[in-house]
C-alpha cells in the first residue's frame, strides 16, 4: 500500500552545518520523489524533486539521491542557513497515474544561529 | 497576481454548523485537490478534480463534498462541523499529463471549529 516513512521528526543544526533527512516508501510503482518546503504559517513548496530514472539531483546547496532497490530516498542540504529553518515533506507519486502525491509525516528542520 | 488563492484564510465556527471554502487558481492547470493538515501538520490528500472529474476520493466523511464548476474553481463545502474538522485545509493544482507533476499549493484556510 502507499506508505511514506520520514526521519527524523525534528532536526536541530548549527548554521553552516549540513541537514540530511531520510524516507522510505513501500509501493514499487512509485517513480517520482519530490521535496516540499513549509515554512511557519505558509503554503508547501516544492523545492526540489527526482525521478526514478535518475540517482542523484543537485540545486545548489540542496540534493536530493535516491535508491530505488533500497525504497529510499534523502534530502542533503548544505551550508544550511536560518532561513532554511522550516518543515520538509517528502512524497511519493506515480507518474502516468492519478498524479496522487502521499506525503510523509514531516521533519521540522531549525537552523540555530 | 496570485497563483492558487483560498478563502476565506480564516473560518471560526460552532459544532453542527455547516461551512464552505472556496478555490481558484489562474495557472491554466487543469487538476485541483484538497488537502487536509491537522495539528501535527500531516498533509493528507481528501479530494482530486482533473477537468471537473473527480479522480481522487480518499477515506473522508461524507460530511465533505467537494464541487468543481469548472477547471479553475474547485469548492469544499462541510456539513455538521465536528471539533475534529479543526485544521488547515489547501487547496492545491497542478497540469495534468504536463510531465512537471508540481504541485502548487494555495496560502491555507485555518478552519477551527468551538
Known amino acids: 500500500g502507499e506508505n511514506v516513512e520520514q526521519h527524523p521528526s525534528t532536526l536541530s543544526v548549527q548554521e553552516g552545518d549540513s541537514a540530511v533527512i531520510k524516507c522510505t516508501y513501500s509501493d514499487s510503482a512509485s517513480n517520482y520523489f519530490p521535496w516540499y518546503k513549509q515554512e511557519l504559517g505558509k503554503r508547501p513548496q516544492l523545492i526540489i524533486d527526482i525521478r526514478s530514472n535518475v540517482g542523484e539531483k543537485k540545486d545548489q546547496r540542496i540534493a536530493v539521491t535516491l535508491n530505488k532497490t533500497a525504497k529510499h530516498f534523502s534530502l542533503h542540504i548544505t551550508e544550511t542557513q536560518p532561513e532554511d529553518s522550516a518543515v520538509y515533506f517528502c512524497a511519493e507519486g506515480q507518474e502516468g497515474g492519478s498524479e496522487k502525491l502521499v506525503f510523509g509525516k514531516g521533519t521540522k528542520l531549525t537552523v540555530n544561529p | 497576481d496570485t497563483a492558487v488563492s483560498q478563502t476565506p484564510k480564516y473560518l471560526v465556527t460552532q459544532m453542527g454548523n455547516d461551512k464552505s471554502i472556496k478555490c481558484e487558481q489562474n495557472l491554466g492547470h487543469d487538476t485541483m485537490y484538497w488537502y487536509k493538515q491537522d495539528s501535527k501538520k500531516f498533509l493528507k490528500i481528501m479530494f482530486s478534480?482533473?477537468?471537473?472529474?473527480?479522480?481522487i476520493n480518499e477515506t473522508v466523511p461524507n460530511r465533505f463534498s467537494p464541487k468543481s464548476p469548472d477547471k479553475a474553481h474547485l469548492n469544499l463545502h462541510i456539513n455538521s462541523l465536528e471539533l475534529g474538522d479543526s485544521a488547515v485545509y489547501f487547496c492545491?493544482?497542478?497540469?495534468f499529463g504536463s510531465g512537471s507533476y508540481e504541485q502548487y499549493f494555495g496560502p491555507g484556510t485555518r478552519l477551527t471549529v468551538t
Open positions: 492545491a493544482s497542478s497540469l
Open positions: 478534480y482533473n477537468n471537473k472529474e473527480l479522480i
